[in-house]
C-alpha cells in the first residue's frame, strides 16, 4: 500500500474515477441539481489537475510544474465565477 502512494498510481486511480464522473456528469447534465458544466468544471479541473501534478512529480517536475500551473488556472477561474 505504502508503494503505491509512494508511486503515485493511486494519482491516476483517483483521476479515472474523476473522468468518470465528469463523463455522467455532463451525460445527465446536472438534472438532479440544475447544475451547468461551468459551475462545476473549474473546481473538478483544479483538483484534476493537483492529482496530475502529484501523478508526475515522480517522473518530470517541469511537467509536474505545468499540472499546478494548469491547478492555478482552474481555481482563479472558479473564484472569479464564484466572485460576487
Not at 508511486?7 to 440544475?34: D, K, P
Request: charged content about 10%; glycine content about 6%; aromatic content about 8%.
Amino acid at each position: 500500500m505504502q508503494a503505491l502512494f509512494a508511486s503515485g498510481h493511486v494519482a491516476a486511480l483517483i483521476l479515472a474515477l474523476m473522468v468518470c464522473e465528469v463523463a455522467v456528469l455532463l451525460m445527465t447534465r446536472g438534472r438532479a441539481h440544475h447544475m451547468k458544466p461551468s459551475v462545476y468544471l473549474p473546481n473538478i479541473l483544479a483538483g484534476g489537475f493537483l492529482l496530475l501534478a502529484w501523478w508526475l512529480s515522480a517522473t518530470s517536475w517541469p511537467l509536474a510544474a505545468a499540472a499546478l500551473t494548469g491547478a492555478l488556472l482552474a481555481h482563479l477561474t472558479d473564484m472569479k465565477a464564484r466572485w460576487k
